[in-house]
C-alpha cells in the first residue's frame, strides 16, 4: 500500500486568506476572522455546543469529514455558522482545509522599559539584534510564550513581552482557587496526563480546591491525597483567571540579571518594591504566567522568570518510567496522538542512562489519513499500534551514519503488497516474474531516510505491509513519518546493542505498556 504522501491531493477549501484580532495582552479573548474559515471535522461524531465549553448545553453534532464555516476562535474553541445559528465545536477535532490556522493581525504596543533587546529569536538564548526604548510603539504580530513577534528594520525580530504593553491594557483580575466541576463525571488522576492512573473522580457541581496548574491539569486536594484534573472540565467560580503555576519540584532560584526589578504584581505595569542582585537566592511560591511570585523582606514580590534560575531542579517523571512491557529495551521511540482519529502524532524519543530514563528528543509527526488502527489491514490507511521492534535502515543516498544495518534503495527495490503472494510483506527486487501482482516501489522522496518497523513478521496475510517510520510532512497510508532533519539525527541515534522499540499508541491507552 502506497506511503506516499497523498496530503497534497485534497482540494484546498480554504475561504479567504484571514487573520484573527489581536487583543490585550494575557487576555483568553477570542480572536474573530476577517471572513469564515472552511474546516472539516476530524472525529466521527462531534458535538456543537451553545457556548465555548463543555458546561454549555447540546445543540447538535457534526460527523467526520463534515464542512465547517469558522467564524472565530475562543481559547480552544471554534465558533461555527450551525444551521443558521451560532454554535462551538472543540478545535482539537477539526483540521483547517488545505491552510494552517492564520497568524493574528498586527497590534500596536508600547516599549515600557528604558532600553529592551530585540532579538533574532522567542528567548534570551537568541541573540540580539537591536534594541527598542521607553515610550517606541511597536508593532506586533503574534505572541509566542512570553515574546512578541515584531517587524525590526525589515527583519523579523522578538521582544519580552513583560516590557510592552497594548494600549488600554486591564489590570489583571484577583487570583482564584475554587473551580466547579462542569463534566457529569471527571476522572482524578495521579499526575498531570491520562497516562496516569485514576485514583477516584468529581462530579457535576463538586467544589474543588485548586492548587496550581501544570500544563492542561489542575493539582486538587483529593480527599487528603495529591490529585490532578483535567482543566477543561472545571471552571473557575466567580472568575475566568486560573491559579498561578508552582514551579516544579524546585522553590529556590538564583537570580541572573545584574539588577532585578521586585514588583507589587505579575507585570511591568505594577510599581517596585525594591531590586535583587546577581547571584541572590530567592525563595519562589509560584509562577503566575513568565513571573515569579517570591518573599521578598516579609511581604509578596515578584520577579520576572527571564531572569531567574532554577537552583536545582528535580527532573520531572517521564512517561517511559511507567511503562511496565520494555523488557531489555534501553532506547524507545514513543509515537503518541491525541485519539484514533488524529493524523497528527507527538514522537519522542528516551535513552536510558545509568539506569535512569532520559529524554532525547521530541518532535511532530504524521500518521495514516484515518489515524491509528484498532486492527490494522491492508489499505486501510491507518498506521498500526503497539510495541514493535525496529528493522533495517534504508535511505536513497549512503548511509548517514546509523548503526542499525542500513540498506541503499536502488531503482528496482519494491516492498510486496499482494496479500495473495508468498513474499508478502518483504523486500524485493523487480522484475516480479509472475511472484507478486502488486508492489510498493521504494525509490521514492518519501524514503530518502528511514527504517523498518517491524509490523506483522508473520507475514498474515491481510494484516498489512511495508509499515515504515520515513520522511514527510503530510499524513501517509498507514507509515509514521517526520522531517527528513529528524530522520536522520534518530537513524544517527538508535544503537542495536540499545535494543530499540517503538510505541504506537494514543496517549489514553499508554498504561497498556
Known amino acids: 500500500m502506497k506511503k506516499l504522501m497523498v496530503g497534497m491531493a485534497l482540494t484546498a477549501t480554504l475561504a479567504t486568506a484571514v487573520t484573527p484580532g489581536f487583543g490585550s495582552i494575557g487576555g483568553n ?9 472552511t474546516y472539516k471535522v476530524t472525529a ?23 464542512t465547517l464555516s469558522v467564524v472565530s476562535k475562543s481559547g480552544s474553541w471554534y465558533k461555527i455558522n450551525y444551521n443558521g445559528r451560532t454554535g462551538y465545536v472543540s478545535s482539537d477535532y477539526v483540521q483547517s482545509s488545505g491552510t494552517a490556522t492564520p497568524p493574528a493581525e498586527s497590534t500596536t504596543y508600547t516599549v515600557t522599559a528604558s532600553t529592551l533587546n530585540v532579538r533574532s529569536g522567542a528567548g534570551t538564548n537568541y541573540a540580539s539584534i ?12 503574534s505572541k509566542s510564550g512570553s515574546w512578541y513577534k515584531i517587524n525590526y528594520n525589515g527583519r523579523t525580530g522578538y521582544v519580552s513581552s513583560d516590557y510592552v504593553q497594548s494600549s488600554g491594557t486591564a489590570t489583571p483580575p484577583a487570583e482564584s482557587t475554587t473551580y466547579t466541576v462542569t463534566a457529569s463525571t471527571l476522572n482524578v488522576r495521579s499526575g498531570a496526563g491520562t497516562n496516569y492512573a485514576s ?8 467544589k474543588l480546591s485548586v492548587m496550581s496548574k501544570s500544563g492542561s491539569w489542575y493539582k486538587i486536594n483529593y480527599n487528603g491525597r495529591t490529585g490532578y484534573v483535567s482543566s477543561d472540565y472545571v471552571q473557575a467560580s466567580g472568575t475566568t483567571t486560573a491559579p498561578t503555576t508552582p514551579p516544579a519540584e524546585s522553590t529556590t532560584y538564583t537570580v541572573t540579571a545584574s539588577t532585578l526589578n521586585v514588583r507589587s504584581g505579575a507585570g511591568t505595569n505594577y510599581a517596585s518594591i525594591g531590586s535583587v542582585t546577581k547571584g541572590q537566592k530567592l525563595s519562589v511560591v509560584s509562577k503566575s504566567g513568565s513571573w515569579y511570585k517570591i518573599n521578598y523582606n516579609g511581604r509578596t514580590g515578584y520577579v520576572s522568570s527571564d ?9 520531572p517523571k517521564l512517561v517511559v518510567d511507567s511503562f511496565k512491557t520494555l523488557g531489555n529495551a534501553q532506547q524507545v521511540i514513543l509515537v503518541t496522538a491525541d485519539n484514533y482519529d488524529t493524523k497528527s502524532a507527538k514522537i519522542q524519543t528516551f535513552e536510558k542512562v545509568d539506569g535512569k530514563w532520559k529524554q532525547v528528543l521530541t518532535a511532530n509527526g504524521v500518521l495514516g489519513q484515518k489515524g491509528f488502527a484498532l486492527a490494522k489491514k491492508e489499505g486501510d490507511m491507518e498506521s498500526p499500534t503497539g510495541k ?37 510483506n518483504t523486500w524485493q527486487q523487480k522484475p516480479a516474474n509472475g511472484r507478486w501482482t502488486s508492489a510498493e516501489n521504494m525509490d521514492i522522496p518519501a524514503y530518502d531516510y528511514g527504517f523498518v518497523i517491524n509490523y506483522n513478521e508473520s507475514r498474515t496475510p491481510g494484516k498489512g505491509s511495508a509499515i515504515f517510520f ?6 501517509t497510508a498507514g507509515c509514521t513519518a517526520t522531517s527528513k532533519e529528524q530522520v536522520v539525527s534518530i537513524l544517527k541515534w538508535l544503537n542495536p546493542e540499545k535494543n530499540p522499540v517503538i510505541i504506537q499508541s494514543p496517549v489514553s491507552e499508554l498504561d497498556k505498556y
Open 130 to 141: 537591536g534594541s527598542v526604548t521607553k515610550g517606541q510603539k511597536l508593532s506586533v504580530m
Open 44 to 66: 466521527s461524531k462531534l458535538n456543537v455546543r451553545s457556548g465555548a465549553g463543555t458546561n454549555y448545553g447540546i445543540i447538535g453534532s457534526v460527523v467526520k469529514d463534515q
Open 307 to 315: 531572569y531567574v534560575q532554577a537552583s536545582a531542579t528535580a527532573s
Open 388 to 424: 514493535y521492534t525496529i528493522g533495517t535502515a534504508f535511505g536513497r543516498y549512503a548511509n548517514p551514519g546509523t548503526k542499525l544495518p542500513y540498506r541503499k534503495i536502488t531503482s528496482n527495490d519494491v516492498w510486496v503488497d499482494d496479500s495473495k503472494s508468498s513474499l508478502y
Open 199 to 206: 485514583i477516584g473522580s468529581v462530579t457535576k457541581g463538586q
Open 29 to 37: 479573548q477570542e480572536k474573530a476572522y476577517a471572513a469564515t474559515v
Open 470 to 475: 520515513h520522511v514527510g510532512t503530510n499524513y
